[in-house]
Each structure stands twice: as structure tokens, then as C-alpha cells.
């Protein structure tokens, strides 16, 4: 979690980011893109490979930047989608399998 990491790089983690050239608000923030959710939660692995990439050329910070902002913006679009599948259901009365079979239409499909 967000306030677990903020604790260890006030700590026991402070002397290894400052060996790797970052500081705090770096982790921090390379932590805040990763949470695409932002539920206050990354993956240990995925935080690592996220400073690894950011340490191996920081110019690249703002296509990460765009790369995790575009899946949370997806993320949200299919949160919306969700809900508009399940409220249509409702006001309609019908199933939501046979709504959600009615989402697609000719060649497009929903996502799931």
C-alpha cells in the first residue's frame, strides 16, 4: 500500500533508494501512475520494473505517464459501461445477459 511504502522509504528503505539515485517523491509518484485503480495499491514487481524503467531513462516519464493514464481512463470507461449494462437491465426489466447481447451491434462488441 501507498502509506506501507511511505513508511519504509522513511525507514529501513531510505538508504537503498538514496543508493539508487531517486528520492521519495519519486517512488511516490512512479507508485500513483501504477495505482491505475487508485485504490492505494501496487505490486511490488510491477513498482520495481516501473523504477527500473524510470532510472533507465527518465525522458520516458511522460509516454509512461500517458501509457498509465490511458488505462485508467479505460478502466473507468468499463466501470461506466458496467453500470450502464446493469442500470438499462433494470429500468428495462430484462436479463442482463440478453442487455449485454444487445450492447453489440453489427461488427462492434462489448469489452469485458
Do not use: W
Amino acid at each position: 500500500t501507498r502509506t506501507k511504502l511511505a513508511s519504509i522509504l522513511k525507514g529501513k528503505g531510505e538508504p537503498h533508494v538514496k543508493k539508487l539515485g531517486l528520492e521519495q517523491a519519486t517512488v511516490l509518484a512512479v507508485f500513483k501512475l501504477l495505482d491505475k485503480a487508485n485504490v492505494n495499491r501496487v505490486c511490488v514487481e510491477e513498482l520495481v520494473l516501473g523504477l527500473i524503467e524510470f532510472k533507465h531513462n527518465p525522458a520516458n516519464l511522460g509516454v509512461v505517464t500517458t501509457m498509465y493514464e490511458s488505462q485508467r481512463i479505460l478502466l473507468h470507461i468499463n466501470e461506466l459501461r458496467h453500470y450502464t449494462e446493469k442500470q438499462f437491465a433494470r429500468i428495462t426489466m430484462d436479463d442482463l445477459d440478453v442487455v449485454k447481447g444487445r450492447t453489440s451491434v453489427g461488427r462492434f462488441h462489448t469489452i469485458v
